[in-house]
């Protein structure tokens, strides 16, 4: 079910997250494709969110969305305070500098940069005169103190999806976008990732919103979303996370 409380006329000093009938559409004006078809959706300060769903339900295009890597066609969309839907591509990258921590399936970390100028170099971009020890204790903090000088390639895929989580988190942001943080990795490893980013959240007290096909990766969070096709179908508590069964059961209600 989607939120339906009427819009606020200024933003709520409680949400990290307000959008209103956010849509996405991409392709071009003879063949449009929806994306995101209104999305209604309220995240409070601190909350633990997973976002579940079917491949192609629109997930991680909501992420992008919500996080300005992507403009919404329409709605209105209010994030850490600013007005994304009327910031201008400079615009939102100032808005996400330092206040939002993103880590992807892909780690996309630098081949030419140790781990520890991986982990500073954003912060050194975004103004922060103590970028370098920073990144180091973050490092530390993730298990990696003695790897800070080691290139990606001389990691393992745990080990740069930690570098990864230190980067996002490293500015201390109050907003945290996680895409399917462990699909790259093995169970073990991804359930170690998966404990230490939300130990490092709790440790900050900042919004966590995660992508997952994990059902009981989502119930460990505070509030489970489920979508399909391109709209929120359900939306619970984390002990009420949906069965496997559930998710291909509202898939099919919503294509219908």
């Known amino acids: 079910m989607t939120n339906s409380t009427t819009p606020p006329s200024a933003p709520n000093a409680d949400l990290a997250i307000s959008a209103r009938d956010l849509t996405l559409t991409l392709g071009s004006d003879a063949a449009p494709v929806d994306i995101l078809r209104g999305i209604d959706l309220d995240i409070a300060h601190g909350d633990v969110v997973a ?100 290139y990606p390639t001389q990691l393992s895929g745990g080990e740069q999806q930690r570098v990864a989580i230190a980067r996002a988190i490293a500015p201390r942001p109050g907003l945290i976008f996680a895409d399917e943080p462990t699909g790259n990795l093995d169970v073990s490893t991804g359930e170690e990732i998966v404990e230490l980013l939300f130990a490092r959240r709790a440790e900050t007290g900042a919004t ?21 096709d391109g709209v929120i179908v359900s939306d619970e508590r984390g002990s009420a996370a949906p069965s496997s069964d559930a998710l291909k059961s509202n898939a099919a209600e919503a294509a219908e």
């Open 51 to 150: 976002l579940l769903g079917p491949s192609g339900s629109g997930k991680s295009s909501l992420m992008a969305v919500l996080s300005g890597l992507e403009r919404a066609t329409g709605g209105s969309l209010t994030v850490t305070g600013s007005n994304f839907a009327t910031l201008d591509e400079d615009g939102l990258a100032a808005a996400r500098r330092g206040r939002i921590g993103i880590v992807l399936q892909a780690f996309h970390l630098l081949p030419t940069m140790t781990a520890a100028e991986n982990v500073a170099t954003p912060m050194e971009l975004a103004g922060f005169e103590d970028a370098s020890p920073r990144a180091t204790a973050e490092l530390q903090a993730v298990g990696l103190g003695h790897r800070i000088d080691h």
């Open 208 to 228: 966590l919103l995660i992508i997952t096909h994990d059902p009981a990766l989502a119930a460990q969070c505070d509030r489970v979303l489920t979508m399909a």
